[in-house]
C-alpha cells in the first residue's frame, strides 16, 4: 500500500526560520505500507459460480514514512530519535470472492483489516482485486 499527502506547515517553518516570513512551505508525505503474511482460508460457499471465502493470516509489516528535504531536516532538529521505519508482527483478517470467468481464468476481489503490533494504533483497511490463473495442468 503507498499514498502521498502535501501539508501546509508554513507557520511552523517560519518559526523555525526554515523559510522566510511570508512564504508558503508544502511539505510532502510519502508512507508505504509492506506486508508479508501466511495463513489459512477457508470457503465458506458457493453461489452461482462465485466463491466466497474468508481468511485469517499473520506475518510482517513494515511501515515507511519518507518526506521532503525540508521537512526531514526540520524534523530531525525537533526530534532526532523520531523513527520513520518500523518493523513488527502483524494480524490480517480478510474476506472476499473470486468467480470463474473461463476455463481456468478467474477474477478475485478481497477486504482485509490489518493490525500491526508497533508502538502506533495505525490499523489499514485494504481493498485489492485482480485476475488469477487455477490449476494449469499437471506439473509431473
Same mark, same amino acid.
Given at each position: !500500500? ?8 508554513? &507557520? ?16 510532502? %508525505? ?21 466463491? /466466497?471465502? /474468508? ?6 509489516? #513494515?511501515? /515507511?514514512?519518507? !518526506? ?10 525537533? /526530534?532526532?530519535?523520531? &523513527? ?23 477474477? #478475485? ?7 500491526? %503490533? ?6 489499514? %483497511? #485494504? ?7 487455477? #490449476? ?5
Amino acid at each position: !500500500m503507498s499514498g502521498t499527502k502535501d501539508a501546509d506547515l508554513s &507557520q511552523y517553518f517560519q518559526l523555525l526560520g526554515y523559510v522566510p516570513p511570508g512564504t508558503t512551505q508544502l511539505s510532502t %508525505f510519502h508512507s508505504t505500507i509492506y506486508s508479508i503474511t501466511g495463513g489459512p482460508q477457508f470457503n465458506l460457499f458457493q453461489i452461482h459460480g462465485a466463491q /466466497v471465502f /474468508v481468511r485469517g493470516l499473520g506475518g510482517a509489516s #513494515r511501515s /515507511v514514512l519518507s !518526506m521532503d528535504d525540508t521537512t526531514r531536516k526540520a524534523l530531525n532538529f525537533l /526530534v532526532p530519535k523520531f &523513527q520513520t521505519t518500523t518493523t513488527a508482527p502483524a494480524v490480517l483478517a480478510g474476506v472476499g470472492a473470486q468467480y470463474l470467468v473461463y476455463h481456468n481464468i478467474f477474477i #478475485r476481489g478481497t477486504a482485509d483489516y490489518i493490525h500491526p %503490533f508497533s508502538n502506533s494504533s495505525q490499523n489499514y %483497511f #485494504r481493498i485489492t482485486g485482480g485476475i488469477g490463473l487455477q #490449476r494449469l495442468g499437471r506439473l509431473f
